[in-house]
């Protein structure tokens, strides 16, 4: 990766942004209500980032992130992330969230405990509603302790959550699918 920049993309949920360094992606943004508020929300850390082509890594995270939105079975785990701005809890959290694997999940207190105090739950919590890296970082695949889904900071909060563990084939537990049904439990 030589430049720095970021583009927009469209995909089955709407049009995403993407901003990179020169170390890897920086930031993966999923839709907001329209194309401006997308590129509003992902240049608020970098303002200055201009918007640019991507290099041949950032247009395979680009494909690879397109075919997880349309319900394809693909792994993120291979897309280089810039995690040099981030501090080191919520940087373990991300690599922590990264290893569940599609159509699984874990609990925020599950994640704490692998990070060593299952006190550190709500810090798991607030490190996963400022995931910069969505859904490269499937922070969707976090769940509350009874199953629930918890929160989701990206447009459309839970139900957005929920429609992306739909398409991975997980569900949160007790909680109305989008078909009006309703889960059985937390992990699948």
């Given at each position: 990766m030589s430049a720095t920049g970021h583009t927009l993309f469209d995909s089955a949920f709407g049009t995403?942004?993407?901003?990179?360094?020169?170390?890897?992606?920086?930031?993966?943004?999923?839709?907001?209500?329209?194309?401006?508020?997308?590129?509003?929300?992902?240049?608020?850390?970098?303002?200055?980032?201009?918007?640019?082509?991507?290099?041949?890594?950032?247009?395979?995270?680009?494909?690879?992130?397109?075919?997880?939105?349309a319900g394809e079975p693909v792994d993120l785990g291979g897309v280089r992330l810039d995690m040099h701005d981030i501090e080191p809890l919520p940087r373990r959290v991300y690599e922590i969230a990264r290893d569940i694997p599609r159509g699984r999940t874990?609990?925020?207190?599950?994640?704490?405990?692998?990070?060593?105090?299952?006190?550190?739950?709500?810090?798991?919590?607030q490190a996963l509603g400022h995931n910069p890296f969505a859904p490269v970082v499937p922070c969707h695949r976090v769940l509350a302790a009874d199953g629930r889904p918890g929160g989701f900071s990206a447009h459309g909060g839970v139900r957005t959550k929920l429609r992306l563990l739909a398409i991975e084939g997980a569900r949160a537990g007790q909680q109305p699918d989008l078909f009006g049904g309703s889960a059985d439990d937390g992990t699948p």
């Open positions: 995403c942004a993407i901003a990179w360094s020169e170390r890897g992606v920086i930031a993966v943004q999923l839709p907001e209500a329209d194309t401006a508020s997308t590129r509003a929300r992902l240049l608020r850390r970098w303002p200055a980032l201009p918007a640019a082509e991507p290099p041949a890594d950032v247009r395979d995270a680009i494909d690879g992130i397109r075919a997880l939105l874990l609990s925020y207190g599950d994640i704490a405990l692998r990070l060593g105090d299952k006190a550190l739950a709500r810090a798991v919590g």
